[in-house]
């Protein structure tokens, strides 16, 4: 096996998408999961603004039809009115915009239907049990306590208007009042859980682009066996065939 220090030669996108296809190229899942939770929590002040007027409406009109035995047509009781519906649509496909942008951006494209089908390189129960009990799940299990304990902190500092609201049972207070100490323990929280998810990301992607890395030789032969590809020989002389054609 070679030397790590061997190993100085960038991977092809070729071992590249060999490595994605095995399962062994870290994502940004998480990531991207914080990133959308982070999307709907600053589209959540508009959408109270726009739905609770419509979902107290509609919670009305059903009790006061059912109250009457139901004389209005069943759909205006059933069916929610438009205004509530949207923007929860609206913001369930923005949230999910950002994360697949984000994992476009961070992942890069990887919509190939062949990577879909099953191998075995991903299902083998012992490469399973030996990523299991290895140095790198326990480097994972340390790093994600850290990144935990720093997100559970992050919440406790941001905690203390709300805990103050809570100690002094002051039910006196707006819902402004209550809205903001929520505000303000929710968003330095998400805060801290995405610097955690891009911290932890980014560590894990770099070992993988070191762990990928080819020697010399492996680089030759990579080369070669393109060269022998007849797919990559096609596309050469399709492209040599145009270019003489112009």
Do not use: Y
């Not at 991207?32 to 009109?61: C, E, K, S």
């Not at 994992?103 to 990577?115: C, I, K, N, P, T």
């Amino acid at each position: 096996m070679a030397d790590a220090s061997d190993r100085v030669i960038p991977a092809t996108p070729r071992r590249r998408d060999a490595a994605r296809q095995q399962g062994a190229m870290p994502t940004a899942a998480v990531f991207a999961a914080v990133a959308m939770a982070a999307t709907a929590l600053v589209l959540v002040p508009g959408w109270l603004t726009r739905t609770v007027p419509a979902a107290i409406d509609f919670f009305r009109r059903s009790l006061a039809a059912a109250i009457r035995g139901s004389a209005e047509p069943l759909a205006e009781i059933v069916l929610p009115p438009l205004s509530l519906v949207v923007p929860t649509v609206a913001v369930v496909i923005a949230a999910a915009a950002v994360g697949l942008a984000l994992r476009a951006v961070l992942d890069g494209s990887a919509w190939r239907l062949e990577r879909a089908a099953p191998t075995w390189q991903r299902i083998d129960p012992l490469q399973g049990l030996a990523r299991i009990f290895s140095a790198q799940t326990l480097a994972a299990i340390v790093t994600n306590a850290v990144g935990l304990v720093a997100i559970v902190a992050a919440a406790c500092f941001a905690a203390a208007p709300l805990v103050s609201l809570v100690a002094a049972g002051d039910a006196t207070a707006g819902v402004e009042v209550w809205l903001g100490a929520v505000r303000s323990l929710t968003f330095p929280t998400v805060a801290a859980a995405a610097a955690v998810a891009a911290a932890q990301w980014g560590l894990a992607r770099l070992r993988f682009e070191k762990r990928i890395r080819m020697t010399p030789q492996e680089f030759q032969e990579e080369m070669k066996s393109m060269e022998a590809d007849p797919k990559v020989r096609l596309r050469r002389e399709q492209a040599s065939r145009s270019h003489t054609a112009r």
